[in-house]
């Protein structure tokens, strides 16, 4: 556990432990508030397309793209299905018969369309929260491997990078804003009417008992297939307009523009062989539909189906 006091955002994230002073970092502007979503100045390269397989990278990349596509089609249905159940509800209304099937027509439709919303807004965004890890981290080498989305039983790791040193499960966050944490809480601070304008859009959530529950699942995984390799997690802030004041933290906590840093960090001592890695990488990428990023800019993409 870390008993530092700080604040992270941009332009750096100081990872001192010598200290207990609140570190005050003024987060990168974003003139559109919650509802921009442009990357952090220097993470993505403003001369270069959004597309991954255009960046010049070395680090290997494994996407399930199927997940993304079918998580893209439930959203929308979702949304669909909450449209229908409110304007079906406000039609109830006229019959006074009808009122407690409008009232709850009501509810379940707007629960239904904003965790639409949310999820549309998470799969349809360009660069999604995948994307934004792999221009983050494209500057390492071939040592280093990111798997996105693969498929396992349980609270499955949205992003598992494989490094010289193990594996470290990333779970992420693309909200703006002030966000406090002090232990295993979290808070995200402001007014109760950016609450309700902002039910659709990002949520915070625990990002600490996500990312543990994310290990647990790989953990046993690894068990199963009896695989020895040190797990470890962290949790990533995307937003360039963000701000998290960490009082104590039971799971690192980091900016997405300090990732490469904190990454090459925590990779000095080496415990995974060439092979021991090629082989884990298999082993990990699992899913519908494989998306395979090489490490040069002359492989194209390979799409593979599992069978």
């Given at each position: 556990?870390?008993?530092?006091?700080?604040?992270?955002?941009l332009?750096r994230?100081s990872?001192?432990?010598?200290?207990?002073?609140?570190?005050?970092?003024?987060?990168?502007h974003?003139?559109?508030?919650?509802?921009?979503?442009?990357?952090?100045?220097?993470?993505l390269?403003?001369n270069?397309?959004?597309?991954?397989?255009?960046?010049w990278s070395f680090?290997?990349?494994?996407?399930?793209?199927?997940?993304?596509?079918?998580r893209?089609?439930?959203?929308?249905?979702?949304?669909?299905?909450?449209?229908?159940?409110?304007?079906?509800a406000?039609?109830?209304?006229?019959?006074?018969?009808?009122?407690?099937?409008?009232?709850?027509?009501?509810i379940?439709?707007?629960?239904?369309?904003?965790?639409?919303?949310?999820?549309?807004?998470?799969?349809?965004?360009?660069p999604?929260?995948?994307e934004?890890?792999?221009?983050?981290?494209s500057?390492?080498?071939?040592r280093?491997a990111?798997?996105?989305?693969?498929?396992?039983?349980?609270?499955?790791?949205?992003?598992?990078?494989?490094?010289?040193?193990?594996?470290?499960?990333?779970?992420?966050?693309?909200?703006?804003?002030?966000v406090?944490?002090n232990?295993?809480?979290?808070?995200?601070?402001?007014?109760?009417?950016?609450?309700?304008?902002?039910?659709?859009g990002?949520?915070?959530?625990?990002p600490?008992?996500?990312?543990?529950?994310?290990?647990?699942?790989?953990t046993?995984?690894?068990?199963e297939?009896?695989?020895?390799?040190h797990v470890?997690?962290?949790?990533?802030?995307?937003?360039?307009n963000?701000?998290?004041?960490?009082?104590?933290?039971?799971?690192?906590?980091?900016?997405v523009?300090?990732?490469?840093d904190?990454v090459?960090?925590?990779?000095?001592?080496?415990?995974?062989?060439?092979?021991?890695?090629?082989a884990l990488?298999?082993?990990?990428?699992?899913?519908?539909?494989?998306?395979?990023?090489?490490?040069?800019?002359?492989?194209?993409?390979?799409?593979?189906?599992?069978?």
């Amino acid at each position: 556990m870390h008993n530092n006091d700080r604040k992270i955002g941009l332009p750096r994230l100081s990872r001192s432990r010598a200290t207990h002073s609140v570190q005050k970092v003024r987060a990168g502007h974003c003139q559109h508030g919650t509802a921009c979503w442009n990357p952090p100045e220097g993470v993505l390269d403003s001369n270069l397309p959004v597309g991954v397989g255009d960046w010049w990278s070395f680090v290997r990349v494994v996407r399930n793209i199927g997940y993304v596509r079918k998580r893209r089609r439930v959203a929308r249905i979702m949304v669909v299905v909450g449209l229908l159940l409110i304007l079906t509800a406000i039609a109830f209304t006229l019959s006074p018969g009808l009122l407690f099937f409008a009232y709850a027509g009501l509810i379940i439709g707007f629960l239904t369309f904003n965790g639409g919303m949310q999820q549309v807004g998470r799969w349809s965004r360009k660069p999604r929260n995948d994307e934004v890890l792999d221009a983050a981290l494209s500057r390492l080498n071939d040592r280093y491997a990111l798997i996105h989305y693969a498929e396992f039983p349980g609270r499955r790791p949205d992003h598992i990078l494989i490094t010289p040193a193990g594996i470290m499960v990333l779970s992420t966050r693309e909200i703006a804003g002030r966000v406090s944490v002090n232990g295993r809480r979290w808070r995200k601070r402001g007014s109760p009417f950016g609450f309700i304008f902002g039910m659709s859009g990002p949520q915070l959530g625990n990002p600490t008992i996500e990312n543990e529950e994310q290990i647990a699942t790989l953990t046993t995984f690894l068990t199963e297939e009896n695989i020895q390799a040190h797990v470890e997690g962290a949790v990533v802030f995307l937003h360039p307009n963000v701000e998290v004041e960490v009082q104590d933290e039971t799971v690192p906590v980091v900016h997405v523009t300090e990732l490469y840093d904190y990454v090459r960090d925590r990779s000095d001592v080496v415990s995974l062989g060439n092979r021991e890695r090629d082989a884990l990488i298999e082993k990990l990428s699992r899913g519908e539909e494989l998306e395979r990023v090489g490490s040069s800019p002359a492989t194209p993409k390979k799409k593979l189906r599992a069978t």
